[in-house]
């Protein structure tokens, strides 16, 4: 089986459809509260997201999650 990851949070800001800002803990946070900013600005008739996410622990951990978004987000574009 596959181990699951659970992860907490609470949203900060909603403001749509142009921003999305919550915290996120994890066990890959070290159980710290960090912050997910999603911008979204409309450009030539398409959306560009910005992904920001501050307060990670340490400089590995946050190169994880720049992999993990970026897997993500790869992931998203085609769906949309």
Known sequence: ????????GRYLRVDGP???EFTWV????MGRESVVLIELVERDGKTELT???DG???EDLALQH???????LDQLGPRL
Do not use: A, D
Not at 2 to 8: D, R
Not at 26 to 29: D, F, G, K, R, Y
């Open 66 to 72: 720049e992999r993990g978004w970026t897997s993500f």
């Open 18 to 20: 142009r921003l999305l």
């Open 26 to 29: 994890s066990e890959w946070t």
């Open 51 to 53: 992904l920001t996410h």
């Open 56 to 58: 990670l622990p340490t």
């Open 1 to 8: 089986l596959e181990k699951i990851n659970p992860h907490y």
